[in-house]
């Protein structure tokens, strides 16, 4: 809608370009149902964490691609941008920076958590440790 609002000055739904191929009402239901595809693909794609032999890094790296796959396939069809190379490469580009962005403010996050986490373990074995006395 913001993309639609800074390009041509108004509030849409859909593109213009998938509403008039498809109706609103069609491109409505296009965009939905290609938005909870491409949702189920990210969440699935959460299985890649779960791979005990793959590193953090390479279960991020893939589950990146898979959301850089699908976030391009589904843009390309609902009309979000351009066939040409430079629209998907900015995109492209952008996906890959938001997802690092998340990537590392989850870490950071997580980091903390089980330090604190640790310490209340190390804690809870001293005093575990004293009271066996």
């Given at each position: ?39 189920m693909i990210a969440f699935g794609g959460m299985c890649f964490f779960d791979i005990e032999k793959w590193s953090l890094l390479q279960a991020s790296m893939a589950h990146c691609a898979l959301i850089l ?65």
């Amino acid at each position: 809608m913001l993309v639609n609002y800074f390009a041509r000055g108004q509030y849409l739904v859909c593109m213009p370009e998938l509403t008039e191929k498809l109706g609103l009402a069609g491109a409505v239901i296009v965009q939905t149902l290609l938005g909870a595809i491409f949702s189920m693909i990210a969440f699935g794609g959460m299985c890649f964490f779960d791979i005990e032999k793959w590193s953090l890094l390479q279960a991020s790296m893939a589950h990146c691609a898979l959301i850089l796959v699908a976030y391009i396939a589904v843009g390309l069809l609902l009309h979000w941008f351009s066939f040409d190379i430079i629209p998907i490469l900015i995109m492209a580009f952008m996906i890959i920076l938001v997802y690092a962005l998340i990537w590392l403010i989850m870490y950071v996050l997580w980091k903390r958590e089980i330090r604190e986490m640790n310490r209340l373990a190390e804690e809870y074995k001293k005093g575990t440790d004293t009271s066996e006395d």
